[in-house]
């Protein structure tokens, strides 16, 4: 499972951070440190989300 959450994280990570890149940008925060904070924080929190998108896919299999 892990190696389906790690493949799952380059696309939905890529997501996350792009839309909170978009978000920072539209509020007016153009500065460099808002927009790579952003994008960090978007890559990180797609973690628990990969996962929980992996572990749908597992038991829809299984099932």
């Not at 696309?11 to 952003?38: M, N, R």
């Not at 929190?45 to 992996?54: D, I, Q, R």
């Amino acid at each position: 499972m892990l190696a389906l959450t790690l493949m799952l994280h380059i696309f939905i990570g890529a997501t996350v951070a792009g839309a909170a890149i978009i978000a920072v940008l539209v509020a007016g925060f153009g500065t460099t440190w808002p927009i790579v904070i952003a994008g960090l924080a978007g890559f990180v929190l797609s973690f628990p989300v990969s996962w929980l998108v992996a572990k749908q896919l597992y038991e829809r299999d299984e099932g």
